[in-house]
């Protein structure tokens, strides 16, 4: 009975176009989510050229994925399962070090601009945002998941102009060029509890 439940639930909710055309998926708030970055084989080997590695800013965790190293955050916010409205925080961060610099991108936002989710972060001690990632919607693959109600999320992510001028004005030389696939991200989302999908509520 649960799991019928949690599907008929998940066929509403993560299948928008069986609602009207004058209908508009609702935002919902996260229940619980995380969000992997990977760094890209061809990165991952630059880096490693360079004395460079990648760990975790806490409450992110440093995680492993085929032998690549990634990190893995908390994520807090609302969405809707069509990406359509994206606004997210992931708790923790990024930190690329070698011997004696560092590179910390923390504060990190996922929000939809004009059809794209934009990914920014604050770099080190700066009070100004940079432009992480940038990404179509139509490039993040989805997969609706059922118990628990929800997404899995993936897609590249390329070297901004912003991430590229950080790190070479971290590490005092040119690193990445705009445009290089930096990271490999993937998002596990869980946008109703199973209690709640249990007691009939969608709150």
């Known amino acids: 009975m649960k799991a019928r439940l949690a599907a008929a639930v998940a066929a509403l909710l993560l299948f928008p176009g069986v ?32 004395g460079i590695v990648l760990d975790a800013l806490e409450p992110a965790v440093d995680a492993d994925a085929d032998g690549r190293r990634c990190v893995r955050m908390p994520v807090t916010g609302r969405m809707t399962p069509d990406l359509d409205k994206v606004d997210l925080l992931a708790e923790g961060g990024l930190r690329f070090r070698s011997a004696d610099r560092e590179l910390r991108f923390h504060t990190i936002r996922a929000q939809t601009e004009t059809g794209r ?4 972060a604050l770099p080190n001690d700066e009070d100004d945002e940079v432009e992480l990632f940038a990404v179509d ?12 109600v929800g997404l899995e999320l993936a897609t590249p992510l390329a070297t901004t102009a912003d991430v590229a ?30 209690s709640h999908v249990v007691e009939g509520t969608l709150d």
């Open 19 to 50: 609602a009207t055309a004058a209908e508009s998926t609702p935002s919902m708030e996260v229940s619980a989510a995380t969000l992997t970055f990977c760094l890209t084989p061809t990165a991952e080997g630059k880096l490693a050229e360079e």
């Open 117 to 120: 989710i934009v990914v920014r």
């Open 137 to 148: 919607v139509a490039r993040v693959s989805t997969t609706p998941t059922v118990e628990p």
């Open 165 to 194: 001028a950080e790190f070479a004005q971290a590490f005092d030389r040119v690193l990445f060029a705009e445009g290089d696939e930096l990271v490999d991200a993937t998002g596990e989302v869980e946008l109703i509890s199973a």
